[in-house]
Nanobody, 117 residues
Framework: QVQLVASGGGLVQPGGSLRLSCVAS????????MSWYRQAPGRERELVAG????????TYADSVKGRFTFSRDDAKNTVYLQMNSLKPEDTAVYYC??????????WGQGTQVTVSS
């Protein structure tokens, strides 16, 4: 059974940092594409960062380049999103995603990130 459990969100001041974690079970993350998405109120869900299957390439949204870092710990079957220099516009619910095939995509439960003074 595929499961993704995200954690690490919270309230942080502008300029602060957070690290999100997503623990996967039921499959091996190193073999599949893994991503972080976010959805702000009234907006569509958007891709933040991700890695292709087998780790071939990394992708970042332009709005987070240089501030966010995607990483993967295969031994822990966990992906991370290190978020630095956070801005109020980064406020959103962050979701991890695993794409196991063209028709099999799984989502974690989401973790709230709020950037506010």
């Amino acid at each position: 059974q595929v499961q993704l459990v995200a954690s690490g969100g919270g309230l942080v001041q502008p300029g602060g940092s957070l690290r999100l974690s997503c623990v996967a079970s039921g499959f091996t993350i190193s073999s599949y594409a893994m991503s972080w998405y976010r959805q702000a109120p009234g907006r569509e869900r958007e891709l933040v960062a991700g890695i292709s299957s087998l780790g071939g390439s990394m992708t970042y949204a332009d709005s987070v380049k240089g501030r966010f870092t995607f990483s993967r710990d295969d031994a822990k079957n966990t992906v991370y999103l290190q978020m630095n220099s956070l801005k109020p516009e980064d406020t959103a619910v962050y979701y991890c995603n695993a794409r196991l095939s063209l028709t099999r995509s799984y989502w974690g439960q989401g973790t709230q990130v709020t950037v506010s003074s």
